[in-house]
């Protein structure tokens, strides 16, 4: 049950990978680069998933969810971040995001999580505003702060 169950979310990652890659495809210049390689790659870990399956020897039962109040409480965070990104802006909330979930979840060395929120935020706006020069929405708080924004 488990395997085939596998092997058919595989394959719908494969065909929504597919389905994205080739919408992206119809963008002009360079705007579809990026949904493009989304989708490519969506279909590439689709198949994965899927051959991991075929290969699988073995057809057991397993757990759904191996922590529930670690699965819960990401649901939570993810669904307040979803909502704060509107009136915080992108950069922000990810921000907030990448500081809360990994404390949220057992993590305990505040530095690295500090590091990697802020290398992750920095390549995001040098894929978008720099390399894909489709800069994300204006953010919320640095004008409030007199930072222009």
Known sequence: M????????GLIFVLVGLAAAWMA???S???GTYPMTLGLILTFLGGTVAARAVRAGQDKARQLVAAPSKFITTAVIAAVYVAAVIPFGFYTASLMLMLVLPVALGF????????VAVIFIAVVYLVFSVLLEKPLPREAIPPLLGLGG
């Open 29 to 31: 210049g360079a705007s």
């Open 25 to 27: 495809s119809r963008y």
């Open 2 to 9: 488990e395997k085939r169950q596998d092997i058919a979310l």
């Open 108 to 115: 305990r060395q505040w530095i690295y999580a500090v590091i």
